[in-house]
């Protein structure tokens, strides 16, 4: 066998079997499966729009568009004397736009929705109406609890005042018990042993209690401004009833309240 004779084993022989792998070819090979890929990605997001989606498509389409100057019923109104962008009616007190075109959705009867919502409207009402409510009460109750504790300490107030001008006139006893503080009356007591010694604290705690109305403390005043010419609030003393009248806007807080805080 001849050297210029290729031998069937030999490389030439094996490497004409496979492809060919020069680089310029490689490179042309990457871009077109490149290309494929991309147009077989590009065909699969394309996907056709079902009847429902066009009809919305086309919907909002014309609903967006305003009526042309070529349209048969523009050109009726415009021969009656409309003219674009003008209201309806012979005094233009009509509307400038269409009214809007609402779609039923859902497969509910024909006004149900529309009952839904008033139904839902009433019951925000009535949660509204019912807060207020509680909201008034609440206001209500907060003023009383103030306004008792105020008849409260004007009560106690009132009593130390009447039971210091009683004692600084001589006076023995007082008009009523609860015109004199708690712990005087007490004392009055154990002295003069009306009450005995195991007598039950709390049940006469209870006694005095009932004394702090403010009934009770508007008789405390009007003794204490009639006998004494003095004024619970003023903290004065008149020297005769004009001087008092003169000087002071009345007998009670109520009298009062541009003056106290």
Same mark, same amino acid.
């Given at each position: 066998?001849?050297?210029?004779?290729?031998?069937y084993?030999?490389? /030439?022989?094996? @490497?004409?079997?496979q492809?060919?792998?020069r680089?310029?070819?490689?490179?042309n090979? &990457?871009?077109?499966?490149h290309?494929m890929?991309?147009?077989?990605?590009?065909?699969s997001?394309?996907? =056709?729009?079902?009847?429902?989606?066009?009809?919305?498509?086309?919907?909002?389409?014309g609903?967006? #568009? $305003?009526?042309?100057?070529d349209?048969?019923?523009?050109?009726?109104l415009?021969?009656?004397?409309?003219?674009?962008?003008?209201s309806?009616?012979?005094?233009r007190?009509?509307?400038?736009e269409p009214?809007?075109?609402?779609? /039923?959705?859902?497969?509910?009867?024909v006004?149900?929705?529309?009952?839904? /919502? &008033?139904?839902?409207s009433k019951?925000? =009402?009535l949660?509204?109406?019912?807060l207020?409510?509680? &909201? #008034?009460q609440?206001r209500l @109750?907060n003023?009383?609890r103030?306004?008792? @504790?105020?008849?409260?300490?004007?009560?106690?107030? $009132?009593?130390k005042v009447?039971?210091?001008?009683?004692?600084r006139? /001589?006076i023995?006893?007082?008009v009523?018990?609860?015109?004199?503080?708690?712990? #005087?009356?007490?004392?009055?007591r154990k002295?003069?042993?009306?009450y005995?010694?195991?007598?039950?604290?709390s049940?006469?705690?209870?006694?005095f209690?009932?004394?702090?109305t403010?009934?009770?403390?508007? $008789?405390?005043?009007?003794?204490?401004r009639?006998k004494?010419l003095?004024?619970?609030?003023?903290?004065?003393?008149?020297?005769?009833?004009?001087?008092?009248k003169?000087n002071?806007?009345?007998p009670?807080?109520?009298?009062?309240?541009?003056?106290?805080?």
């Amino acid at each position: 066998m001849s050297d210029s004779e290729d031998d069937y084993m030999s490389f /030439k022989v094996l @490497a004409g079997g496979q492809d060919d792998m020069r680089p310029g070819l490689l490179v042309n090979r &990457e871009k077109r499966k490149h290309e494929m890929f991309k147009k077989k990605l590009e065909s699969s997001n394309k996907r =056709q729009k079902t009847l429902n989606e066009l009809e919305q498509e086309n919907r909002e389409k014309g609903l967006n #568009t $305003a009526i042309s100057s070529d349209n048969k019923g523009f050109r009726m109104l415009e021969k009656m004397g409309f003219k674009s962008g003008d209201s309806l009616g012979k005094t233009r007190p009509g509307l400038k736009e269409p009214i809007d075109i609402v779609l /039923k959705q859902g497969t509910s009867g024909v006004g149900r929705e529309s009952y839904i /919502k &008033e139904t839902y409207s009433k019951r925000q =009402q009535l949660k509204i109406k019912n807060l207020q409510h509680f &909201e #008034t009460q609440f206001r209500l @109750a907060n003023k009383e609890r103030k306004n008792l @504790a105020q008849i409260r300490r004007d009560f106690f107030k $009132a009593q130390k005042v009447c039971e210091e001008l009683d004692f600084r006139n /001589k006076i023995k006893d007082p008009v009523q018990e609860f015109f004199w503080t708690k712990d #005087t009356i007490k004392k009055r007591r154990k002295m003069e042993k009306e009450y005995p010694n195991d007598t039950d604290s709390s049940d006469e705690d209870d006694e005095f209690e009932q004394y702090v109305t403010e009934e009770n403390l508007f $008789a405390i005043i009007d003794y204490i401004r009639n006998k004494y010419l003095y004024c619970l609030y003023c903290v004065i003393t008149g020297i005769d009833v004009e001087d008092l009248k003169e000087n002071c806007p009345g007998p009670y807080r109520m009298d009062h309240e541009d003056e106290i805080d």
